[in-house]
């Protein structure tokens, strides 16, 4: 069975304190680590793929990476605007995502 | 830019009537699903549909669930008879291809009463 455990469940920065938050996965054949934003009652608005160990991607002050067995979300310099819950989840093939749950972040000014 | 559409936003019903969650996908997808998430719980997979047909289904999707993408655009979940435990927030996802990233709608709050 697919697993995916996000930590911490919750993170209190100050805005430009950078920090990092952790997604540690088991999964049959992963096919793809996807990482989405949830704002509190809206849907998961995506942020990135990754494939493969040793990928990366970046967006403005975010940047996903991965290993065999889990994935970060660097968060540089944040601001309050950052602050939303951050969901990981994973897809094994042909498989629907199996997500998270969730590290809540807030960032105070 | 292209956006998943849920509608209705928040339904209200009472225990053991039926609901109709209705969802328009993003025109070029191909791989349609339907998630839930409990107050303060994670997302929970529901059902998958690909080329008319479920594809995938988790334990939770049990007889009161059904699906149908009845006209080529709509995409709709039916519970027959609502319980208290189905009230949640419903998201509908679609994607392109059965490995990309799947872009979810804003969700439909049902509260059973």
């Known amino acids: 069975e697919d697993q995916v455990t996000q930590s911490p469940e919750a993170l209190r920065l100050q805005e430009g304190e950078s920090s990092s938050l952790n997604c540690s996965y088991t999964?049959?054949?992963?096919?793809?680590l996807f990482w989405y934003r949830q704002d509190p009652g809206k849907g998961p608005e995506f942020l990135f793929t990754l494939y493969s160990a040793g990928e990366e991607k970046e967006k403005e002050r975010l940047k996903a990476t991965l290993t065999k067995k889990e994935s970060f979300l660097h968060i540089t310099a944040p601001k309050p605007e950052d602050s939303a819950t951050y969901l990981c989840?994973?897809?094994?093939?042909?498989?629907?995502?199996?997500f998270g749950s969730g590290t809540r972040l807030q960032v105070q000014p | 830019e292209p956006e998943v559409t849920q509608t209705p936003s928040h339904q209200v019903t009472q225990m053991g009537q039926e609901v109709i969650l209705r969802c328009v996908p993003i025109s070029n997808h191909l791989y349609f699903y339907w998630y839930r998430q409990i107050l303060g719980q994670k997302v929970e997979f529901l059902v998958s549909?690909?080329?008319?047909?479920?594809?995938?289904k988790s334990e939770i999707f049990d007889d009161q669930f059904s699906v149908e993408r009845p006209d080529g655009s709509n995409f709709t979940l039916k519970i027959r008879s609502t319980k208290l435990e189905d009230s949640a927030m419903y998201f509908c996802a679609g994607r392109m291809g059965v490995n990309t990233e799947a872009f979810f709608g804003q969700g439909t709050r049902l509260t059973v009463v």
């Open positions: 999964v049959s054949g992963l096919r793809g």
């Open positions: 549909f690909y080329n008319n047909e479920i594809s995938e």
């Open positions: 989840a994973v897809q094994a093939y042909r498989r629907a995502l199996t």
